[in-house]
């Protein structure tokens, strides 16, 4: 693919950095305020070894989802889409599971959300990757 992006790349390119952006500053939000971004995914605030991990793994997994979405516009290697397309895809299928398995209310608003964002991630993956590989 040429350097030349066309205006429909250029959106999705757009749309990509923006919910990158978004991930990283849930992930920032998550050591900042937690008990807000917490209660904002219908969590409460744990205490103690649960609060560290809960702050510690939420935080990491938001930051990481959205440095790999900009490294895969950075560079334009299509390799940096997969990681967040399968944590996100495996954030639904286990938001089901717990729902089928675990009495967990079916979060039906992110399981939407997390397959759709991972759609448009393998569209990019496709449609913005570079020549080179």
């Known amino acids: 693919m040429s350097n030349t992006k066309t205006i429909p790349q250029k959106a999705l390119m757009v ?6 952006v978004n991930f990283i500053v ?6 900042i305020d937690p008990a807000t971004v917490a209660s904002e995914f219908g969590m409460p605030l744990l205490d103690g070894l649960g609060r560290s991990s809960q702050i ?8 990481s989802m959205g440095i790999f ?3 895969a516009l ?14 996100l895809s495996l954030t639904a299928l ?7 398995f675990q009495d967990a209310a079916l979060a039906t608003t992110m399981i939407v959300a997390e397959v759709v964002i991972s759609g448009l991630l393998l569209l990019a993956a496709n449609k ?3 020549a080179k590989e």
Do not use: Q
């Open 69 to 71: 979405m900009l490294l």
């Open 15 to 20: 749309v990509i950095a923006l919910l990158a």
């Open 94 to 100: 286990s938001r089901v599971l717990a729902w089928a």
């Open 56 to 63: 510690g793994d939420l935080s990491a997994f938001f930051m």
């Open 128 to 130: 913005l990757s570079s």
């Open 74 to 87: 950075k560079t334009g290697e299509r390799l940096w889409f997969y990681p967040t397309t399968i944590l």
């Open 26 to 31: 849930t992930g920032l939000r998550y050591i």
